[in-house]
């Protein structure tokens, strides 16, 4: 299941199940890298049952290293700060509440950062890290709700007389 949300400053990918990103995925292809056995013991021991999420940069990469990492950090701390008014904590597991269960948000997303986003100021951007969250988690309850809601197979009964 893959699920998009969308702003003006940023565009957020969900999966239900955890990807492995590009950059790990290019070492893991090379069997003669020397760093492919840390990435191969790193993705063997993470934990399945937690959010794995991460930020791009790669829309940004015609402006300076300085913007562009300013720019991850930003968005980095406006969807941590998202996933705690949601009630998650970091790794998307539901944060204890009495008011509201939630289940832990597991799977992969991906945050792409577009490039109006550098002129954005903080505020603009955490409402959209908010924004497109609740949309991801609304679209996800729906899906979750039409999967529960399929009419169950019935057993035909022969009729004895």
Known sequence: MSLVASSKNLLLRYWNRPIMPPVASRYLGSPLHPIRPKISHIYASRDRDTL?????IAPLQSLKRVVRSWCGR???????QALHQQGFDELGRAIPSEFSPKEDL??????????????????TVQKDANHLLENILAQQATRLSGANCQPKETSKTSKTA
């Not at 930003?74 to 941590?80: E, P, S």
């Not at 597991?106 to 505020?123: D, H, K, N, W």
């Open 52 to 56: 794995w999420w991460r930020v791009s």
């Open 74 to 80: 930003r968005v980095r701390l406006a969807f941590r």
């Open 106 to 123: 597991t799977g992969s997303l991906e945050i792409t950062i577009r490039t109006p986003c550098v002129q954005a100021s903080f505020e």
